[in-house]
T-cell receptor, first 113, second 115 residues
């Protein structure tokens, strides 16, 4: 077990709605990254937060946003959901900018209908 | 543009055999190459990783071979077991202090180890 938890496990939303996914990292892991994994594909980097500030972003539109909190929890928010947003959303935590190892949670399966 | 190419897409190996998965990368600035193992319904789990200053790293039955000049690296699973049946992802990242180190993943290899 990585000590990284995510909630909810599964979620079904309708196109156009908004969704918030949550992640809880291990104590001391002050870096969190979010990834989107479409069926049969490798995870794709959405963005990373370090000490509660966005530290890098992949090729995702602004309707994907995030927050990181001092208690090692974080959120991924997606507005105006599209059918293509259906995927497994993974968060990964690590220690600082010098720590290369990232530990993934089990993911949230989002289905947009 | 796919920066990390992984092959094969699927692999079937007999119990006790050697599983070999290959990856090639394009960005010479990549300096960290991990392999992840993912079981259905689970998140990827870090298996083994290598930096480009060494050509091989071994941990138990898992070995990474790294060829910097060819921009290739591979995962070897010795004495493959049915419990190794999973999807394996190679990844690469580029790190320099003060910047992000996003992982760029390959598309994955579905490994099936027959008993």
């Amino acid at each position: 077990e990585t000590g990284v938890t995510q909630s909810p496990t599964h979620l079904i939303k309708t196109r156009g709605q908004q969704v918030t996914l949550r992640c809880s990292s291990q104590s001391g892991h002050n870096t969190v990254s979010w990834y989107q994994q479409a069926l049969g594909q490798g995870p794709q980097f959405i963005f990373q937060y370090y000490r509660e500030e966005e530290n890098g972003r992949g090729n995702f539109p602004p309707r994907f946003s995030g927050l990181q909190f001092p208690n090692y929890s974080s959120e991924l928010n997606v507005n105006a959901l599209e059918l293509d947003d259906s995927a497994l959303y993974l968060c990964a935590s690590g220690v600082g900018l010098a720590g290369l190892e990232q530990y993934f949670g089990p993911g949230t399966r989002l289905t947009v209908t | 543009q796919q920066q990390v190419k992984q092959s094969p897409q699927s692999l079937i190996v007999q119990k006790g055999g050697i599983s070999i998965i290959n990856c090639a990368y394009e960005n010479t600035a990549f300096d960290y190459f991990p392999w992840y193992q993912q079981f259905p319904g689970k998140g990827p789990a870090l298996l083994i990783a290598i930096r480009p200053d060494v050509s091989e790293k071994k941990e138990g039955r898992f070995t990474i071979s790294f060829n910097k000049s060819a921009k290739q690296f591979s995962l070897h699973i010795m004495d493959s077991q049915p419990g190794d049946s999973a999807t394996y992802f190679c990844a690469a990242s580029r790190f320099y202090l003060g910047s992000n180190y996003k992982l760029t993943f390959g598309k994955g290899t579905l490994l099936t180890v027959n008993p």
